[in-house]
């Protein structure tokens, strides 16, 4: 274990011997980082609240994902339980440990998020908010502190320079044609894509020690196997992308789409639309083939792109046929 991981590995100590009562709580505080919570909630900000605000958001969290899967691949380091019988396992993952994609998303999405509001005590709410998701992460044995203070400074770096950029590339798509706003969000799924795939075969050599394996399985009976050496992430983050991409540019385009709308319309909306991100999230799953082939990585890139324009423009089409864009 590098010097740089295991100097975290008292603190994980100490963090996990305050008591199996934090347990629950660390566990409901990571799931709000957790990329499941991200699909029940961010549909809220685009079908409920603003379009520009949902569609800067969800780009923002997905290029954080994609980016976050490559950096996974190149350092190749990883999770505390995999290698010392000092951390619990309380909770598991099956990528590498480095950085945290939980504390560096929770940083470019609750930090976009806090940047909308003057309240300084929403702004400082939100950022325990960053805190804590990266603490439950080190307390459940999932992560070194390296792990997410890594998390923290790419998730930051990130969001800073989407705020930067944001004027001007809103001013360069403004200038474009439908045409080449979705060959715009098709070129940017691609690129995130590459990303994955470069720091993929960047590391030809690279094989998962069977200590490592071993070690998880002990500490976490049951859970997953870890496959850390795969494209999934960076196929997941580059689909959505692409989705939600294009149906934010053909939303834009159609232009008819109010968010405002009254509590029960509002409701329906969103129990009509997250049932159907479900039914496609399910659906799909269970016949599109799974694993690690160039195959299951096509479909899942497929699976994960209807994903998006569903949230971006399905849903608020059906919304329209169903008479609850009013």
Known sequence: MPPSLEWGIPIISWLQGLGDWLTPVMQAITFLGDEKFYLLVLPIFLWWVDIGLGIRIGLALLLSAGINGALKLVFGLPRPYWV?????????????????????????????LALTFKQTWVRLLLALLVLLIGVSRAYLGVHFPTDILSGWAIGLLVLWL?????????????????????????????????????????????????????????????????????????????????????????????????????????????????????????????????????????????????????????????????????
């Open 84 to 112: 010392s019988g000092e951390v619990r396992a309380l909770g598991t993952g099956t990528t590498y440990g480095v950085p945290s994609g939980h504390s560096q998303n929770a940083a470019v999405l609750w930090g976009r």
């Open 162 to 326: 989407l705020v930067v950029l944001d004027e001007p590339i809103r001013r360069w798509l403004a200038g474009m044609t439908l045409g080449s706003r979705l060959l715009a969000a098709c070129g940017l799924s691609l690129l995130v894509l590459a990303l994955g795939v470069l720091a993929f075969y960047s590391s030809p050599g690279r094989g998962v020690p069977a200590e490592w394996a071993a070690r998880a399985a002990a500490s976490a009976p049951g859970s997953e196997p870890i496959n850390p050496q795969s494209l999934s992430d960076s196929v997941t983050a580059a689909g959505t992308l692409l989705g939600l991409g294009l149906g934010a540019a053909l939303l834009v385009d159609w232009g008819q789409f109010k968010t405002r709308a009254s509590a029960g319309v509002l409701v329906l909306r969103y129990v009509i639309g997250i049932a159907g991100l479900l039914g496609l999230y399910l659906g799909l799953s269970a016949v599109f083939p799974s694993g690690d082939t160039a195959l299951a990585y096509a479909f899942r890139y497929l699976r994960y792109a209807l994903l998006g324009l569903w949230v971006a423009y399905l849903a608020p089409r059906a919304f329209d046929a169903l008479r609850l864009n009013r």
